[in-house]
């Protein structure tokens, strides 16, 4: 059957008529300003509390070993008694609260204006602790926070519904936090949605590039880390840099599997007093990050941008031990609990390897090289840990100029995934599983609660109890009756519990006796 060319005229009109679907549009494009305002906001902050920071550490360095651990533990009270959800990056967030199993009650635990707000704050409050964290994938959090509130405003059945909006502001955070709209849109596709539907995807992308732009109208249309000088590059170079890509894949790896077996909880001492006394333990967290600053002289303090910049002007004085120190400061700090994210961390630490390697060539190659390994190992080190290859070179590509290098970033981020693959799950997507699994109505068990391992499967109640109303199919464990109302999806839920007293899972009915 022969299709018919589209009526212009009759399309026209048809867009026309229906003055609701226009209202629709301008109130997403609307919030979407109003998103990349609180990303613009969140950086303006971040940037104040950290400069606070440096002026503290440079007048007294030794008193960091105070402000740090203390600032620590009040922001990790803080986040479990009155904001749980925001705890952590807050990728993981947004990608658990667009799994088909969430209620729109467990959804507004994991985005909302509420945790927009407490988002910010808190995370200024670990920027001016000095941890080792970044504001980018927060800031996905937070503009995810304010583009689902735009469902208030929409008709009922509109085309951009609550999988949609939080599609748009996750992607939205990502291109006003990195000043990167084209990484903004790949994120999209690559993390949250993996699809787009036809129906809607021109007002995402639009809402995404409105929010970019919202940022470079107030930073102005510049690079994060300017433009880098690529030599012409020749065989001699093919080395160095499959060296780099290796590396970063090894160590993503590692990094990534470190993080998400710390954050999902081990049958270990460590673990159980993590999960026993969340708050001193950030404590403890927050001294390590303290003592580490101060050995590498302040460097290891903060989201590592500097001693990006650095590195690529040839004017970084970095220890050998910088990359190892960098990567411990930031798991100690992602397993304190704070907000915060490791987007910045990553790229500062991938930037370290690509930095060393150079220094191993010596002579006149370490200095014609080293820009371009830099880049190399950020994009490696960052698709390595967040195993999502596609946006991290188009992320480091934007942030440095490098169009140049698109050729070689692509393939440096694809190797270190690849690699990483080996060693590791994908970050993100095991600890929004985690959360998911946590957030959702769960059958009562008759194993111990505090088992963290995630292969552990949650045992169905008996079909008996069940059968006879003595027990609902979504009854919580009798002594969950006491935890808070709120449910903590970034840290072990049964924080407050010890482990060895654990009351019977299940109201129901006694066991038969072993035969």
Known sequence: MRQREPDFFQNLQDEFSDLRAWVDRSVVLAYAVVAGLFVVAFTWLSEAAFELFKHLHGRAPWAVLVWTPCLTALIVWCTRRFAPGAGGSGIPQVMA???????????????????????????????????SAGREGPSVQVAAGVMHDARRWLRPGSAMGEHALLVAGGAAGMAAAFNAPLAGVVFAIEELSKK?????????????????????????????????????LSW???????LVALVCGVLGGLFSRLLAASLQGLPDRVSAYRRRYPVRFAAVAG??????????????????????RLMLAGEAETSPLYVL???????LTSWS????????????????????IAMLLGGDNARLLAPSLIALGMAGFLAATTQAPLTSFIIVMEMINGRSMVLSLMASAMLASLVARLISRPLYSALAGMMVRKLRPRAATTAAPDSDLPSEPARQPEPDAQRSGTAPPH?????????????????????????????PSEPGPLPAPPR
């Open 97 to 131: 609260a667009l799994d088909p199993g969430i209620t729109p009650g467990m959804r507004a635990g994991l985005v909302s204006l509420r945790l927009t707000f407490a988002k910010i704050v808190l995370g200024v409050a670990g920027l001016l602790a000095g941890l």
């Open 196 to 232: 787009m539907e036809s129906r809607n995807n021109g007002l995402i992308i639009a809402a995404i590039v409105v929010a970019g732009l919202v940022a470079i109208s107030v930073f102005g249309n510049l690079t994060y880390f300017g433009s880098i000088e690529v030599p012409r």
């Open 236 to 242: 001699q170079a093919f080395w160095p840099g499959l």
């Open 287 to 308: 001294m390590g990050v303290a003592v580490i600053g101060l050995v590498t002289g302040g460097a290891t303090f903060g989201a590592g941008a500097e001693q990006v």
């Open 325 to 331: 120190l960098k990567l411990v400061a930031t798991w």
């Open 337 to 356: 609990g704070v907000p915060g994210g490791i987007f910045a961390p990553s790229l500062s630490i991938g930037g370290g390897i690509g930095h060393d």
């Open 475 to 503: 009854a919580e464990p009798a002594a969950e009756a006491t935890a808070p109302p709120q449910a903590d999806p970034q840290l072990d839920p049964d924080t407050d519990r010890p482990p060895e007293a654990e009351p």
